[in-house]
């Protein structure tokens, strides 16, 4: 009975070392593939009278998962103007204004990211990753009601989608206090 709880301690501890360092190389893993698809982006992209719209634009995604937003943002306005100049389809560049407004977002540029967030919803009016982006920004800026309106239209669209239900929830809570105060 007393050589049971140390083999459980140490199956126990490798287990937990086990699924730490898997952990830690799916993460290594993941980094180092945003490293070379990174590299790869930026010799393509490095003449930029040559680069394509969508290979502009998955640059700027790498860019900003990697919280690169000013290079990101320089990539994703030329992604915008190349999308337009190219007559990529509406999609396209809903997808550009959307990468646009969320890199602003980051920046705390709450009232350009909302400009290009108008601009995604209307080149896609049902994009509602666009309208979850928008709400949000709204909210930053202090426009309870028309971030409300934005949630309220992404559940017309998607009645399952969580961060619109979680969102509406917290302003409601928030509209209680605002209210009582």
Do not use: C
């Not at 140390?6 to 830690?24: D, E, M, N, R």
């Not at 080149?123 to 309208?131: G, I, N, R, S």
Request: hydrophobic share 45%.
């Amino acid at each position: 009975m007393d050589s049971l709880l140390p083999q459980a301690y140490l199956i126990g501890l490798i287990v937990l070392l086990g699924g730490a360092a898997v952990v830690v190389a799916r993460q290594i893993w993941r980094v180092r593939g945003d490293e070379v698809t990174l590299a790869r982006l930026e010799g393509e992209s490095a003449n930029t009278a040559s680069a394509q719209a969508s290979q502009l634009y998955e640059l700027a995604s790498v860019q900003l998962r990697k919280r690169l937003y000013d290079q990101a943002l320089d990539s994703l306005k030329l992604a915008a103007k190349r999308a337009d100049a190219d007559g990529e389809p509406s999609e396209a560049r809903a997808l550009i204004q959307n990468a646009l407004g969320f890199a602003l977002a980051a920046k705390n540029n709450y009232k350009t990211a909302i400009r290009h967030y108008r601009q995604a919803l209307a080149d896609k009016p049902d994009y509602p990753v666009a309208l979850n982006n928008l709400a949000f920004a709204l909210e930053k800026q202090q426009k309870f009601d028309e971030a409300e309106a934005a949630y309220q239209t992404v559940l017309g669209l998607d009645a399952n989608n969580k961060t619109a239900q979680k969102r509406l929830k917290l302003l409601e809570r928030k509209a209680g206090a605002r209210n009582v105060a």
